[in-house]
């Protein structure tokens, strides 16, 4: 368990003395956040603070899992480093779009169907990757079968597999993305995420069916390949972030943008896909379906009636223009995530406590 201690400390000290660091370079370059003309007039104060900042967390992820295999001497895995791989993958996706938004002075970077491309790519990759490298037990990174606190149903087959694993990343990351429109809103949410995956992968690896010496009900464990490093990957970030987090709050230092909320995004899929914990996701992120289906029903609402049902979406900014300031609606989003991921991992016990 050193490792995932290690992780979370190494990440989180590298974005408190990074992220400053970074500041200061991207605000000599000029790399400022353009702000949307037609959002609430309190976030004008915001244009030009330094973005893509996720370039921080992003590297301090990847370093503190690299720094903690090295001082541990533990091997890494390929349920890991698949994570990271999406992690990173869809950061540098973010990356480009943030670049050309800068350059161009707009708030559209990459057009749709470039960005789309990126996603894509990255996403495919990921999920045929998943299905390879079987363990001595037959356990891929990832498994043909839905999942809720572990599998369940028939085999989907590798086709709907690599569809459904497509729908998640690209429905997590711009759920994160959707949801970072306030000062530490998504940095905050996602710590809390993290934090509950740490705390899944510990308890797959301790109930592990590798593990099991003999089995009186095989439904009892958990058959995923590498519990204890995606709980290590998930420290990394929780602690990466947490660190971010000192720079990202109200009033912000530092955005992600795009960068780090597609990374996060992509992360908190692969770490569900991976776990096993398809399903149990959209609870775990509770706050970040929310906000997205926010934007589902104003669109929707829109286009089937001409009304709006929010004055503005996502749902965070309809109640800035409430009235309620900034740093109100982030620490009551927080709660509600709170409350998200204590019900998440309840769920989450109590699944398996139900088969013991």
Same mark, same amino acid.
């Given at each position: 368990?050193?490792? #995932? *201690?290690?992780?979370?400390?190494?990440?989180?000290?590298? /974005?408190?003395?990074?992220?400053?660091?970074?500041?200061?370079?991207?605000?000599?370059?000029?790399?400022?956040?353009?702000?949307?003309?037609?959002?609430?007039? !309190?976030?004008?104060?915001?244009?030009? +603070?330094?973005?893509?900042? %996720?370039?921080?967390?992003?590297?301090? /992820?990847?370093?503190?899992?690299?720094?903690?295999?090295?001082?541990? %001497?533990?091997? /890494? +895995?390929?349920? %890991?480093?698949?994570?990271?791989?999406?992690?990173? %993958?869809?950061?540098? =996706?973010?990356?480009? $779009? &943030?670049? #050309?938004?800068?350059?161009?002075?707009?708030?559209?970077?990459?057009?749709?169907?470039?960005?789309?491309?990126?996603?894509?790519?990255?996403?495919? +990759?990921?999920?045929?990757?998943?299905?390879?490298?079987? &363990?001595?037990?037959?356990?891929?990174?990832?498994?043909?079968?839905?999942?809720?606190?572990? $599998?369940?149903?028939?085999?989907?087959?590798? =086709?709907?597999?690599?569809?459904?694993a497509l729908f998640m990343i690209l429905a997590m990351s711009n759920g994160v993305n959707l949801t970072d429109g306030l000062d530490g809103l998504a940095t905050?949410?996602?710590?809390?995420?993290?934090?509950?995956?740490?705390?899944?992968?510990?308890?797959?690896?301790? !109930?592990?069916?590798?593990?099991?010496? +003999?089995?009186?009900?095989?439904?009892?464990?958990?058959?995923?390949? $590498?519990?204890? &490093?995606?709980?290590?990957?998930?420290?990394?970030?929780?602690?990466?972030?947490?660190?971010?987090?000192?720079?990202?709050?109200?009033?912000?230092?530092?955005?992600?943008?795009? /960068?780090?909320?597609?990374?996060?995004?992509?992360?908190?899929?692969?770490?569900?896909?991976?776990?096993?914990?398809?399903?149990?996701?959209?609870?775990?992120?509770?706050?970040?379906?929310?906000?997205?289906?926010?934007?589902?029903?104003?669109?929707?609402?829109?286009?089937?009636?001409?009304?709006? =049902?929010?004055?503005?979406?996502?749902?965070?900014?309809?109640?800035?223009?409430?009235?309620?300031? !900034?740093?109100?609606?982030?620490?009551?989003?927080?709660?509600?995530?709170?409350?998200?991921?204590?019900?998440?991992?309840? *769920?989450?016990?109590?699944?398996?406590?139900?088969?013991?």
């Amino acid at each position: 368990m050193r490792q #995932i *201690l290690f992780s979370g400390v190494i990440g989180l000290f590298l /974005t408190l003395i990074g992220t400053p660091l970074l500041i200061k370079l991207l605000a000599k370059k000029g790399y400022g956040q353009y702000i949307r003309d037609d959002g609430p007039r !309190e976030h004008a104060s915001k244009r030009g +603070t330094p973005t893509m900042g %996720g370039i921080a967390f992003i590297l301090a /992820t990847i370093i503190a899992y690299f720094a903690t295999k090295l001082i541990t %001497g533990a091997p /890494t +895995t390929f349920s %890991g480093l698949l994570v990271l791989f999406l992690m990173a %993958g869809m950061g540098l =996706v973010g990356f480009l $779009d &943030d670049y #050309i938004k800068i350059i161009k002075r707009r708030s559209l970077g990459l057009r749709a169907k470039a960005k789309m491309a990126g996603q894509l790519i990255v996403g495919i +990759t990921f999920a045929v990757l998943a299905l390879q490298f079987a &363990d001595i037990r037959g356990n891929t990174p990832a498994s043909t079968k839905l999942s809720f606190v572990q $599998d369940f149903g028939w085999q989907i087959g590798p =086709v709907l597999f690599v569809i459904w694993a497509l729908f998640m990343i690209l429905a997590m990351s711009n759920g994160v993305n959707l949801t970072d429109g306030l000062d530490g809103l998504a940095t905050g949410a996602s710590v809390m995420v993290f934090g509950a995956y740490t705390f899944i992968g510990v308890w797959q690896f301790q !109930e592990s069916c590798a593990n099991a010496v +003999t089995l009186t009900n095989p439904s009892a464990c958990f058959e995923v390949r $590498d519990p204890l &490093d995606l709980a290590i990957v998930a420290s990394a970030l929780m602690g990466s972030c947490f660190g971010f987090l000192w720079w990202n709050t109200s009033p912000a230092k530092i955005f992600m943008g795009d /960068t780090g909320s597609l990374a996060l995004g992509g992360a908190l899929a692969g770490l569900a896909i991976c776990s096993r914990t398809e399903l149990l996701l959209a609870i775990l992120g509770g706050l970040f379906v929310l906000i997205t289906m926010s934007v589902v029903i104003q669109v929707g609402s829109f286009r089937l009636t001409g009304k709006r =049902v929010f004055r503005m979406a996502p749902l965070q900014h309809h109640f800035e223009l409430k009235g309620w300031s !900034e740093v109100l609606v982030v620490v009551r989003f927080w709660i509600i995530q709170g409350m998200c991921v204590i019900v998440g991992l309840g *769920l989450f016990y109590a699944g398996w406590a139900n088969n013991k």
